[in-house]
């Protein structure tokens, strides 16, 4: 995603991106420990700076649904609209957060691909404990698939629906006109972020 500074008409004698403090951008390639917490400091970070938007770039196979939470957890509490972008892809943990954008900001580039598919937590061990990894498996699936549905304004069961009838339980692959039409992606194109510096003059 590009961002640039727009002061045509503004006579300045250093570059703008040296006076001002650059836009916030977050971009997440994994879901891991390291990445969730520096993605909460730029979170905090956005918010200081009181930029109208928080752009989020995802580029990702997936990684961690523990990770994913904090990460959404941080989306969900923000107080300025997130708009979340993927110029490649954005799979697994990738499209949750890519649908956790604010309605009206979720951009896909024309040939960006999203994929879905059940939750996943490498059980192994003995048998209590797959049992009891299990159930927490079969939790954090419908966390995240309703919250997938709720993101999109769908139904709770919508992709849940979907994934089990229709696709039979297989990676989902979407393309950006198969996640438009889903509700996930809201554009097919990536936005440029512009700082606009405006000087004005008073006299009298």
């Known amino acids: 995603m590009r961002t640039y500074y727009d002061g045509s008409n503004v006579p300045l004698k250093a570059k703008a991106e040296d006076i001002l403090d650059s836009p916030i951008l977050i971009y997440v390639n994994k879901f891991e420990p390291d990445v969730s917490q520096a993605f909460a400091k730029s979170m905090s970070l956005a918010h200081q700076h009181r930029q109208p938007i928080i752009p989020i770039v995802i580029d990702s196979f997936g990684g961690s649904i ?5 990460i959404v957890a941080e989306v969900k509490s923000s107080t300025i ?21 604010t309605e009206g900001h979720r951009y896909m580039a024309p040939d960006a691909t999203l994929m879905i598919h059940e939750a996943s937590t490498g059980t192994w061990g003995k048998n209590q404990e797959v049992q009891s990894d299990a159930k927490e498996l079969e939790r954090l699936n419908r966390i995240i698939f309703r919250l997938l549905a709720s ?18 339980n297989a990676d989902w692959y979407l393309t ?21 510096i405006k000087v004005e003059y008073e006299f009298g």
Do not use: Q, W
Request: proline share 5%; aromatic share 10%; with cysteine.
């Open 66 to 70: 523990y990770d994913l939470m904090t």
């Open 81 to 101: 609209p997130v708009a979340t972008i993927v110029e490649g892809k954005a799979m697994s943990a990738g499209t949750i957060l890519f649908s956790c954008g």
């Open 151 to 168: 993101n999109c304004g769908k139904d709770p069961d919508y992709f849940l629906d979907l994934m089990y009838k229709g696709k039979r």
């Open 176 to 196: 950006a006109m198969d996640a438009k039409k889903h509700n996930l992606a809201n554009h097919i194109k990536i936005p440029e972020f512009k700082t606009r």
